[in-house]
């Protein structure tokens, strides 16, 4: 018997405009609108999260703009905060129950609510909906909740740690971002890394735009190596 599907979202969800020159590199898979997910038969449902906040500075290795929350997995790759969906649980709600597992969330303080959606994306392949939300923080929880993280019931299991994703670029052109975006990556995670740096303006298209070239002009480097 097919169970009930509890579900608190808003019927005015809207995605947010991306241009083509983000669109091409970035969209790997079907974008769709949550409404039309919500139709699809038979595929699990995933969620996850960007937890991002503001933070004004320089560091020696180049300016900080911000802390992006991702985490190293169980399979050596990196993604974000997030997870399956229960059968019949309400998205957000199963969200919020996984960040509590993966990092020790707590929902109390700052929830993950429908304000905080971005957009839904279908890997057919894999039969998968997977949603995606971006969250401002403060500095200040973005601080406590990194320091919680160890103590998350998945540490060291689904989860090996949460990590500060670089965001400058140092004078090499290569480390910093650009070296971090050649990590191994589960999914869409890089695509929707870009995607959020872009979206909540941490970066601008130009800084976008050297941090992909510049990571993809180092392959080339190491292909021609070996
Ligand atoms: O960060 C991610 N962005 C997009 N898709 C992701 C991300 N992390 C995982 N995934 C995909 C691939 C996984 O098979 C499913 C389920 O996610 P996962 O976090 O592994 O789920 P559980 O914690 O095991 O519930 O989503």
Partial sequence: MAMECVDSSPSDLSIPEIPAWLHSYTIKKHLTSYAE????KNY???AHVCLWARLEGWSMFGRLR???MMQ???DGTFGFPGG?????EDVVEGLNRELMEEIAWNPTVAPVTWNDYYNTQVDSPHN??????IKQLTLGQFCDLEKACPQCSEYGKEVMGSVRVP???????YSGLPAFLNNKFTSIAKEQLLLSLYHVKLLSEEEVKLAILHSQADQHRLTRFF
Wanted: hydrophobic content about 55%; aromatic content about 12%; cysteine-free.
């Fill in 37 to 40: 997910a919500k139709k699809i």
């Fill in 44 to 46: 699990r449902r995933a």
């Fill in 66 to 68: 911000g802390a992006v």
């Fill in 72 to 74: 190293l997995r169980f």
């Fill in 84 to 88: 399956l969906i229960s059968e019949g």
């Fill in 128 to 133: 998968l909906v997977l949603h995606f939300f």
């Fill in 167 to 173: 965001l400058y670029t140092m004078h090499n052109m």
